[in-house]
Structures are given as C-alpha cells and as structure tokens.
C-alpha cells in the first residue's frame, strides 16, 4: 500500500490507464465509449481502501476480440509497468487482465454476447481518508 497515494490521485490514475486501453480499440469498432465518471470504494484492509471503477465500449461491425484484446496486450507487456495475464472465460471469450507495480488491475473482456467491451478496474490501495467509508461512491 502506498501511503502518500491520495484518493484522487489513485481514482485519476486508474482511469487514465482505463483511457489508454480504450484508445487501443480501434475506432471502426466503437459505436459508443463511456467511462463511469464515479466508482465505488471497496476495503483492502480496516484502514486502507481501493478504488474501483470502469468503462464499457459498445462495439459494432462483429470485432475480432481477440485480435483486439491481442493487441492491447502487446501495447502493455512492451511497458515494463506492466504484466498482463491472457485467458478465457466460461463461454471461451478472451479476458484480458493488466497488472501495474503499485498494485492496480484492470479486466478487459467482451460483454453481454459479444455487444459491448468492459473494462473493469480497481487502483492501489490507500489509506482510507477522513470521513469516507467502504461501498461509498467516489
């Protein structure tokens, strides 16, 4: 955990990582782009907390997932930052997950039958500030 790492900061962090894979997919593919302005807090442990939030990209002209979950991949393991684990779900879909040194991970995998992209993401963890709690939305 990273003491000095505020609130803000990890919440900025996290979606800016959250933004660089959505400027991976290629736009041919991108009927819409939303990222959630607000997440939720959840605890890492009694005093510290992380931020989780995400974005969901709803895709058009039948995307080859993989292909694009591929390329991300290689866009990221070229940062030493950075690990990422490739692997399938339930149904065989391609889910991709991107770890950073301090801690943050994000989830990028195809969504409800193949319509939409979501990512899905939770920051470092940091001291819970003053007044703020688990499952608030920040």
Do not use: N
């Amino acid at each position: 955990m990273d003491k000095t790492l505020t609130i803000d900061q990890a919440k900025h962090q996290t979606q800016a990582v959250t933004q660089q894979i959505i400027d991976l997919v290629p736009s041919d593919f991108v009927a819409l782009s939303k990222v959630r302005p607000k997440g939720i807090l959840l605890a890492c442990s009694p005093t510290s907390l992380t931020w989780s939030g995400g974005a969901t990209l709803t895709v058009q002209s039948d995307p080859d997932f993989t292909k694009i979950l591929t390329d991300i991949q290689t866009a990221f393991t070229a940062d030493p930052a950075y690990t990422t684990i490739m692997d399938t779900d339930y149904y065989g879909d391609p889910v991709l997950t991107i770890h950073d040194k301090a801690g943050s991970q994000w989830i990028v995998s195809p969504m409800t039958r193949g319509a939409t992209l979501d990512v899905m993401s939770s920051s470092p963890c940091f001291l819970t500030p003053d007044g703020i709690q688990p499952s608030d939305t920040y």
